[in-house]
C-alpha cells in the first residue's frame, strides 16, 4: 500500500519556526499534485499548500500564505513545508497527500480533499502562546 511519510513535527513557541518534510514513494511523486494538510482537534481536515511536482506551481491556503512555503526536492521526491511566524492556531496534525493517478493542481483541491488518495500518517505540530 503507497503511503506518504511525514517528519518534522514538534512543539515551538508563537512566532517560531518548523519545516516538515514529506517523502512520497514510487510513482507518486511523478507528475502529481501532492499537498499538506492540517486537522486540528475537533475540527475538519482542511488544506494548506500545494505543489506541482512537475511545474513546481503552488498553492496556499489564505490561512498560511506569507508565512509558510512549500518546495521540493526532486532527487529525493520529498515535498517540504516551511513553516514561519507561527501561531498557537496553526497547532494541528499535519499530513501530505498525493492524487491517486498523478495530475495538475487547482487552488480548489485545498477545499476538495476528495482529490488525494494516498496519505501519510500525519506529524504533529503543537505552538505554544
Known amino acids: 500500500q503507497v503511503q506518504m511519510v511525514e517528519t518534522g513535527g514538534g512543539s515551538v513557541q508563537s512566532g517560531g519556526s518548523l519545516k516538515l518534510s514529506c517523502v512520497a514513494p514510487?510513482?507518486?511523486?511523478?507528475?502529481?499534485?501532492i499537498g499538506w494538510f492540517r486537522q486540528a482537534p475537533g475540527k475538519e481536515r482542511e488544506g494548506v499548500a500545494l505543489?506541482?511536482?512537475?511545474?513546481?506551481?503552488?498553492f496556499y491556503s489564505d490561512a498560511v500564505k506569507g508565512r509558510f512555503t512549500i518546495s521540493q526536492d526532486k532527487d529525493k521526491k520529498t515535498v517540504y513545508l516551511q513553516m514561519n511566524s507561527l501561531k498557537p492556531e496553526d497547532t494541528a496534525m499535519y499530513y501530505c497527500?498525493?492524487?491517486?493517478?498523478?495530475?495538475?493542481?487547482?487552488?480548489?483541491?485545498?477545499?476538495?480533499?476528495?482529490?488525494?488518495?494516498?496519505w501519510g500518517q500525519g506529524t504533529q505540530v503543537a505552538v505554544s502562546s
Open positions: 497527500a498525493a492524487r491517486m493517478n498523478g495530475g495538475y493542481c487547482y487552488i480548489t483541491f485545498l477545499s476538495q480533499l476528495r482529490h488525494f488518495t494516498y
Open positions: 514510487g510513482y507518486t511523486y511523478n507528475n502529481n499534485c
Open positions: 505543489v506541482h511536482t512537475i511545474g513546481g506551481d503552488t
